[in-house]
């Protein structure tokens, strides 16, 4: 049996892009998994200070993420995958990500690049890069 495509999903354009390429590039039918990880207001730092309130608020966000994913896996279903969606809580992302791929038994993780330069990168860093950086699975960036 062929070992699952693990998508990386976000909703973002470089993710879309992502899923077309892998299309092109690896064998139709294969099985996959398009995974959208989010964050519990836990991780998020003084969620009160900005007007939140956490009733209903976290599982308004994990809805939200399962709907993304299901937006994913229908694109994936168009390039030929059997995805099925995915939403798991997570932080930091990547690591929920390289141990979701471990779980599963990936054979491959693909995810988008969001080209992140400069302060966006020191402030932020690269999902893409420490999920690279954290798996020995290979990994399909796209740009």
């Known amino acids: 049996m062929t070992r699952p495509v693990l998508f ?18 690896l064998r139709n039918g294969r099985p996959a998994i398009v995974l959208t990880v989010w964050h519990a207001l836990a991780v998020v730092p003084f969620p009160t200070a900005v007007g939140l309130t956490t009733e209903g608020l976290e599982e308004s966000i994990e809805q939200q993420a399962r709907r993304v994913a299901e937006e994913g896996a229908e694109l994936a279903r168009s390039g030929g995958f059997d995805a099925e969606p995915v939403a798991e809580q997570g932080d930091p992302v990547w690591q929920r990500i390289v141990d979701y791929a471990e779980e599963r038994d990936a054979g491959i993780v693909v995810m988008g690049s969001h ?10 860093g690269s999902v893409a890069a420490a999920t690279a950086r954290h798996t020995d699975l290979p990994v399909l960036i796209a740009h």
């Open 8 to 25: 990386a999903y976000d909703g973002s354009e470089q993710a879309k892009a992502a899923i077309r390429q892998a299309a092109e590039q």
């Open 115 to 124: 080209a992140r330069t400069g302060i966006g990168l020191v402030l932020l």
